[in-house]
């Protein structure tokens, strides 16, 4: 059956002002740093938050787990205001339409269940996976692997779809077709680019 594996965070739903917010939050509360957040936008598009903050803190698995619990706590604060990307929901009903089951991957802890429901886009997805299930995080393939061994899934017929870099390199980890949805210059290998969710029916 032919399959595709979202990113959520910035694919599908606008979630990055709550994440740039608490990012920078936190970041000062616990360790008095302050970064703009024009600054942490791009470093979370470039690489992830948690790659920000580890970097930030000399990678000390104390002060990153430190960082994440007040993270969380702000970051939840904006849970309601999250809302679809546009097209999101018309995308998702087309590629419904035409036959694919459809998965959440996502390094959002268990939130995402919540938040999905909420944006009553649960029902498109076969299974929702969060790294916060025990997954080790993207770009390694253990997440697509994990639903490749339990859907018995067909590469071949494979979309990862993403906005950012590291989940193109997920997708090309299993030689995946992939997506990328992001009007930006980049300088690595990906399938095809789009600049919104309104262009996805023109390519599958």
Sequence with gaps: MRSIVWDFDGTLANSYPGIVVATQ????????????KDTIYKEALKTSVRKLAGDLVNGDEDKIKLFYKSYKLYEKAYHDQIKLMPHAKIALEYCKVQGYQQFIVTHRDTSIFQIAKNLEISDYFTEIVSAEDGHVRKPDPEMLNYLISKYSIDTTDLWVIGDRKIDIDFGNTVNAKTILINNSDIDFKVNYQIANLKELNNLI
């Design 25 to 36: 939050k936190s970041l000062k509360e616990n360790f008095d740093i302050n970064i703009s």
